[in-house]
């Protein structure tokens, strides 16, 4: 079955610090690959996605994220998070006409 | 932001009641897609449909029908709304599932309590 992992349930970080979240998917066939973000009573939007390329993707907000195809995994990086960082964030992995999400990961950023 | 309406935003009522939920999209998406979102789950697949009268189930489908008469609307229904009902619905679009235009658009969200 398809699923979704993602191993920190709740991240707290200082401001200016580095930030990386884990992320792996199981699916057998070729796979889409997307982080979404959701702050505080919002819906959820598009931080990145990738779909194929470079294995580094770019998103907004100074994020990015890296696919390694040989583990499986999507983790998503930002070198240096900001108070309005704070959110909920979930990875996701499009396979067939479904869409998979992760538990999510709830990020505090202090001042 | 897409352009996707869900009705209403904010329902309270009584177990045992009728609930139906509407999303409303304007941006003429073939996929359309109802989640419930709840703390430690996630977002969980409740029905999806890949074109008007085409639904098929998800993950957490028991409790709950659709209907998509036409393409701009779906509906989810809750024939007898129970407490484990209670979350927060969330409708999404996709104009593909593959490639560059497989990304999810989301709607604001509806937040259900059954008492």
């Known amino acids: 079955a398809q699923s979704v992992s993602q191993h920190n349930h709740h991240v707290i970080l200082s401001e200016a610090a580095s930030l990386e979240l884990g992320c792996n998917y199981s699916?057998?066939?070729?796979?889409?690959l997307f982080w979404y973000v959701q702050y505080p009573g919002q819906h959820l939007q598009l931080l990145l996605k990738?779909?194929?390329?470079?294995?580094l993707v770019k998103g907004i907000k100074g994020f990015e994220a890296e696919f390694i195809k040989s583990k499986f995994s999507f983790n998503l990086r930002k070198p240096s998070v900001q108070w309005s960082d704070t959110a909920e964030y979930f990875c996701?992995?499009?396979?067939?006409?479904?869409?998979?999400f992760g538990t999510g990961t709830s990020l505090t950023v202090i001042p | 932001d897409a352009g996707i309406t869900q009705s209403p935003r904010h329902k309270v009522t009584e177990t045992g009641t009728p609930v139906t939920l509407r999303c409303h999209q304007t941006?003429?998406?073939?996929?359309m897609y109802w989640y419930r979102q709840d703390p430690g789950h996630g977002l969980r697949l409740i029905h999806y449909?890949?074109?008007?009268?085409?639904?098929d189930k998800g993950e957490v489908s028991d409790g709950y029908s659709v209907s998509r008469s036409k393409t701009e609307d779906f509906l989810l229904t809750l024939e007898s709304a129970t407490s484990s009902q209670t979350s927060v619905y969330f409708c999404?679009?996709?104009?593909?599932?593959?490639?560059?235009?497989?990304?999810?658009?989301f709607g604001e969200g509806s937040r259900l309590t059954v008492l």
């Open positions: 699916y057998g066939g070729t796979v889409n």
């Open positions: 990738y779909f194929s390329g470079d294995p």
């Open positions: 999404a679009i996709s104009d593909g599932t593959g490639g560059e235009t497989g990304e999810l658009f």
């Open positions: 941006e003429n998406h073939r996929y």
């Open positions: 449909s890949y074109g008007v009268k085409d639904t």
């Open positions: 996701a992995v499009n396979g067939g006409n479904q869409f998979y």
